[in-house]
């Protein structure tokens, strides 16, 4: 336990480390500060509550003190910090148990519906590539496995499967928020167990590709078949990203989706990840979301869920194209602008892409249109709503806002369309 400071919020441990807060009521979610010299808490409102976004309380020892001002200690003043202990080494899950609870098993809510979403042969190689596993009562297992291949710990989640008008599937996967999470080594009554967390999707890490960093766990995995030109992981939470679990990504591209609420906090977290080649955090959420989107907290994969899951092998694009006209020179935005308002038909080959923009391996090897409707289609599936989240984003870039990676494609749309780039001009 460290002890540069004399009272310190908890260390997770267990759900037993975790309180009812006093403000929301909100149950095993509250740490309490406590007395490093006694390891009692200094009182039980004394602490912060994880629900940051729809609750946000939280009572610091000086805050509690400014009330309380006769139960301040009387060394508190003499109080210096001692040297911390060695720390203690990390604790794993053994391999037998954890190969036990892998592969495909039909009483796993979430797995259910990967099958659905992707069909069986992509839902196993998904289940297999994330270590999925599942629990007695079918609960599902989303385990840490780092670098080394040692099994950190497991979060343990209840899914439900609902009715849902918001995805194209008809149904979503939603965590049980009356059943709160859990970790393998707590369910194994595992004693001095140390989980020191890593990313969720870190054994992933193998080869150059940017890496992709997600709330959560099912987020990664839903993401990683739209867009499997990143390796997609989780840090389990908002607050989940932090340096420890980072340092594995020295010297690499990287792109951070933050849910919705949860931009300001991992563009200030960005900043520390100097270790990094680089580092991008995407706005597209912030741009694009409903008041009522922003209010529930909406996630990366909520907007994904609302496409058809992409082909195993994707399709040639077949939609016949329009001839259109060059138009008239103006000024960047206002002519950018009006060509958008157009029944306009644009085609941005891979050639093209390459050739005048160089940009992270984004939307590699996809091919791009606008049809007679104006729709914005990827590889065959339309996207509506595509030309509001493109003129926002070309305010952006108007005001040299580069900084996220949804921004440097459509800067690419933006240059092709401003030249004039007609893909039938060639044509004989």
């Known amino acids: 336990m460290s002890q540069n400071h004399r009272y ?7 759900l037993s480390d975790r309180y009812t807060c006093p403000a929301c009521n909100g149950k095993k979610k509250f740490s309490r500060y406590i007395n490093t010299t006694t390891n009692e808490p200094l009182a039980e409102d004394c602490g912060r509550c994880e629900r940051s976004d729809s609750c946000g309380y939280h009572k610091t020892p000086s805050d509690y003190f400014k009330d309380n001002p006769t139960s301040k200690p009387d060394d508190f003043l003499k109080w210096k910090p001692v040297p911390a202990p060695p720390p ?26 990967l099958i659905a979403l992707f069909g069986k042969e992509r839902a196993g190689m998904l289940v297999n590539k994330y270590h999925i596993g599942t ?15 040692n099994v950190r710990s497991g979060k343990v989640m209840k899914y439900n499967l609902i009715d849902s008008d918001q995805t194209a599937l008809g149904r979503d996967c939603k965590r049980d928020k009356n059943v709160n999470p859990n970790w393998v080594h707590s369910k194994l009554k595992l004693e001095n167990f140390n989980l020191l967390q890593c990313l969720a999707g870190e054994h992933l890490l193998t080869d150059n590709r940017t890496v992709a960093i997600v709330e959560s766990a099912k987020s990664a995995v839903i993401a990683s078949v739209y867009f499997p030109q990143f390796v997609w992981v989780s840090c389990e939470s908002k607050d989940g990203l932090n340096l420890d679990k980072l340092k594995v990504l020295k010297g690499r591209n990287v792109v951070l989706f933050p849910d919705l609420g949860g931009f300001d906090k991992w ?77 306009t038909n644009v085609v941005i080959s891979d050639d093209e892409f390459k050739r005048n923009c160089e940009i992270i391996d984004f939307w590699n090897k996809r091919t791009f249109l606008f049809d007679k409707n104006s729709s ?15 003129v926002n984003h070309v305010k952006g870039i108007h005001n040299n806002n580069n900084s996220v990676v949804s921004v440097q494609f459509l800067e690419k ?16």
């Open 267 to 343: 563009t200030e977290k960005s900043k520390q990840m100097t270790f990094c080649k680089l580092v991008i955090v995407s706005d597209l959420l912030e741009k694009i979301a409903t008041e009522s989107e922003r209010t529930k907290g909406l996630d990366l994969a909520d907007y994904l869920l609302r496409l058809p899951a992409p082909a195993e092998t994707l399709p040639a694009v077949d939609i016949p194209l329009l001839k259109i006209e060059e138009p008239a020179a103006a000024e960047p935005d206002k002519n950018f602008t009006t060509i958008l308002g157009k029944s």
């Open 88 to 113: 203690r080494p990390t604790s794993f899950i053994d391999n037998p148990v954890f190969k036990k609870t892998l592969g495909f098993n039909y009483i796993n809510t979430f797995i259910n519906f």
């Open 376 to 390: 914005f289609i990827v590889d065959g599936v339309v996207i509506p709503d595509i030309r509001s989240v493109i």
């Open 135 to 149: 629990t007695k009562n079918g609960e599902t297992i989303f385990y840490q496995v780092d670098l080394n291949g």
């Open 413 to 428: 749309v933006k240059y092709l369309v401003e030249s004039n780039f007609n893909p039938l001009k060639n044509e004989k």
């Open 8 to 14: 310190i919020l908890q260390l997770y441990k267990s």
